[in-house]
Structure formats: C-alpha cells, structure tokens
C-alpha cells in the first residue's frame, strides 16, 4: 500500500475530487481524514480490479479538465485558455 500512498491527494484540485467521490460511493464520512480517504479509494481500486494509476491518473484528468467537461456536457463551447 506504500506505493500508492499519493493516490489522488498530491494536487488541490484531486483532492476535492477525491473527497466528494469518496463521499458519494460511501467510503468515508465528509471531512474524513486525508489517510482514512486514501485507504477507502485503495481498497475499492483493490476489490474492482481497477488500476490505482489508472485512477489516479482519471482523477487528474478530471480534476484539470473540470470546467471543460461541464461546458461540453452542457453543450456550450470550451473555454479558451
């Protein structure tokens, strides 16, 4: 597990993301602990199968292209950078 000991926590904006995920699949209560977070989303990337590389790299992809996936999903053009 020490491997993965930056699943998701090593950008602001993962962190958030990994927060609220954590709160909507029921891993972890709000506020949790940063450890306690961590541990739930290993352990559910360990019970499905799921890569914790390739999560976290979803979780940066998602957490950097936030804005940019709502627009598109609202129908409305990207922002410009």
Request: some cysteine.
């Amino acid at each position: 597990m020490a491997a993965f000991a930056t699943v998701a926590f090593d950008g602001a904006k993962r962190v958030v993301v990994a927060r609220r995920l954590a709160s909507r699949l029921g891993l972890a209560a709000e506020g949790a602990p940063d450890e306690l977070i961590r541990a739930a989303l290993i352990d559910r990337c360990a019970a499905e199968g799921c890569s914790t590389l390739l999560f976290n790299q979803g979780l940066w992809y998602l957490g950097a292209h936030a804005f940019d996936l709502l627009l598109e999903r609202l129908g409305l053009p990207a922002a410009e950078s």
